[in-house]
């Protein structure tokens, strides 16, 4: 059976980040955890899956801003089609990003192969010349 509330160190483990992350996201109003009496933090399940969709986002090259913005943070009253749709352009934006950064790479690696081909060419000739000495 899944707990209806996790510690800190609870969700430290299970998604491999430090305490002081997910303190820094709850700074960060990113999530919102409930305190016990004794101020100790407790997340929700909904706290838990939005700390997933932070990390999912950070994977993205997505800023703590636009993360928050497609969690619906930035905006109270966002309804779900809303939030799909700002997650939708969102993606279609970073796509264009990473795609282009592709394109980039590829250029960079045709550059750097015709590069090594021709040091190798010259290694070889200096190479020959020395033998014939």
């Known amino acids: 059976m899944k707990k209806t509330t996790y510690s800190i160190s609870d969700l430290s483990a299970e998604f491999g980040i430090t305490s002081r992350s997910i303190r820094f996201y709850e700074e960060k109003k990113l999530i919102q955890p409930d305190r016990t009496a004794g101020n100790q933090r407790r997340y929700t399940k909904q706290d838990r899956i939005r700390l997933k969709l932070i990390l999912r986002g950070k994977r993205f090259g997505y800023s703590l801003d636009e993360i928050a913005k497609m969690i619906g943070l930035a905006d109270v009253d966002i309804n779900e089609i809303d939030q799909i749709r700002r997650a939708l352009r969102y993606g279609d934006k970073k796509l ?26 010259r290694l070889e000739t200096l190479e020959r010349e020395k033998d014939d000495v």
Request: aromatic content about 0%.
């Open 96 to 121: 264009g990003e990473i795609k282009l950064r592709m394109e980039e790479l590829k250029a960079m690696e045709q550059d750097m192969t015709a590069v090594r081909q021709k040091l190798i060419g």
